[in-house]
């Protein structure tokens, strides 16, 4: 048996990046790329978490529906 929880993960990490003048792509695109693999590859900025369990089979639908990411438990390896 398995219950589902709709997590809410909010994150703020401020990034300085350093781009050379002799770059070949647009400078603030450059700096707003390097930022986001930094956030996302390697976080460690403040988390906020709030969790709350979903109680009926509407409130799971529901929240996959809206859901930008959906974490199933993992099939057993055999």
């Not at 994150?11 to 700096?31: G, M």
């Amino acid at each position: 048996m398995s219950k589902w929880y709709e997590v809410t993960v909010q994150a703020t990490k401020v990034v300085v990046v350093e781009i050379a003048d002799d770059s070949d792509y647009d400078p603030e695109e450059e700096a707003a790329d390097v930022a986001k693999d930094e956030v996302f590859l390697w976080h460690r900025g403040d988390v906020e978490t709030f969790v709350r369990l979903l109680e009926t089979p509407a409130k799971v639908k529901a929240a996959k529906g809206d859901a930008d990411e959906v974490c199933p438990l993992p099939k057993p390896r055999c």
